[in-house]
């Protein structure tokens, strides 16, 4: 049975003022002006979070599936129709046995994938990664955990000037899986031979990376620069300037730039302790931090704040759905079947107010609680 929202519909191309979706069982079939529209609210496709530790006070990283199931919840709530897990640095025990644990969930459609962002990462750049877990990739734990995932592992973030980093890389996207560079302290050119490797993603492009210098670039200026890659923004007024955000937004175009959360399990709490990879994190005034240096420990970030700041911060609606949604769909492999208003792709679309807060959440055709 076709069912269909209308009100100000934001499309890829654009934003049509007085327009409508229609959808029928999980697909849309027609996305159209419709002119006896007024007024009508916001609706955006369904957002794509594929960088995100937990929300709700529950947590992706320690491999439980009903505190996955709940943290996917919870940002289903705030809009987000398609998110991966990400799991932070990790004994290979456990990145092992979460694997295993969230296969069910990503078969049922709560998730989909995992996002490994570790362990293979810098020490020098490791920010609130546990830097006991750090290690060189492993080719023989990849093969291992890519064979035990099936389709469910879809993309790890390594630092490419490890030891086998680029082999990594290689046998990674000769996976599907997408490689990202991230929590890395290597030079352009290391980061460049990463990209040219297969590497097709920046893990929160500045955080946790060696900064810009004008002698040495260093790899934010490799992903910026490169016209495969998708660079992740996190946009939330803590980790990047705002200033950074719409800088980095109009170098790569909203086509190479992705919103996340980076959100841990406080997202949607308290301020209170909390815990990120066996590291202790306290919440201030909405900020997560590690106890013991204050590095930056994920966010508390949910996708629709992301898009009202990304907004005030002089964003046009059009591309800021397009960093929501359209572009991490497309990053990880996911473009041709949605993160978009378009017909074919299936129903998954979000309703806003005219304050950008959520009314309602459609997924795969179905009305969300």
């Keep these: 049975m076709t069912q269909r929202v209308s009100g100000k519909v934001v499309t890829p191309a654009g934003v049509i003022r007085q327009g409508c979706v229609e959808w029928d069982g999980e697909r849309i079939t027609a996305v159209a002006e419709y002119p ?10 369904g957002f794509v979070d594929m960088h995100t530790h937990g929300g709700g006070g529950h947590t992706f990283t320690t491999g439980d599936p009903e505190q996955a199931r709940q943290a996917a919840a919870f940002h289903l709530r705030h809009g987000t129709t398609t998110l991966l897990a990400s799991l932070v640095s990790s004994p290979f025990e456990l990145m092992r046995s979460a694997t295993a644990a969230f296969r069910p969930l990503v078969r049922e459609g709560a998730l989909a994938g995992i996002h490994f962002e570790g362990p293979y990462l810098s020490a020098a750049r490791c920010g609130a990664q546990n ?34 980093a680029l082999e990594a890389v290689k046998l990674l996207t000769a996976h599907r899986v997408v490689a990202a560079v991230g929590h890395t302290d290597a030079t352009y050119d290391e980061t460049r031979a990463a990209i040219a490797a297969g590497a097709s993603v920046g893990t929160h492009l500045f955080n946790g990376m060696r900064p810009v210098h004008h002698r040495e670039p260093g790899p934010v200026t490799a992903l910026l620069d490169a016209p495969n890659v998708v660079c992740e923004l996190v946009a939330d007024g803590v980790h990047l300037h705002d200033g950074m955000l719409t800088f980095a937004s109009s170098v790569a175009g909203p086509e190479r730039s992705a919103m996340i959360t980076d959100a841990m399990a406080a997202a949607g709490m308290p301020d209170g302790e909390y815990e990120l990879g066996g590291q202790a994190v306290t919440v201030a005034d909405g900020v997560a931090r590690l106890a013991r240096d204050g590095a930056i420990a994920g966010s508390t970030l949910t996708m ?6 990304a907004i005030a911060a002089g964003i046009p609606m059009a591309d800021a759905a397009r960093m929501a949604a359209t572009t991490p769909a497309r990053a990880i492999g996911l473009g041709d079947q949605l993160g978009a208003l378009q017909v074919g792709l299936r129903a998954d679309l979000v309703i806003l107010d005219d304050d950008l807060n959520v009314v309602r959440v459609l997924r795969a055709g179905s009305w969300q609680d």
């Excluded at 006896?36 to 496709?45: A, E, K, R």
């Excluded at 750090?134 to 490419?160: F, H, K, Q, Y």
């Design 304 to 309: 629709d704040a992301a898009l009202r700041h």
């Design 36 to 45: 006896s529209v007024h007024d009508g609210h916001w609706i955006l496709p």
């Design 131 to 164: 830097p006991e877990y750090l290690r060189d990739p492993s080719p023989e734990e990849l093969a291992e955990l890519i064979e035990l995932a099936g389709s469910t592992l879809r993309m790890v973030t390594l630092a490419p000037e490890r030891d086998g």
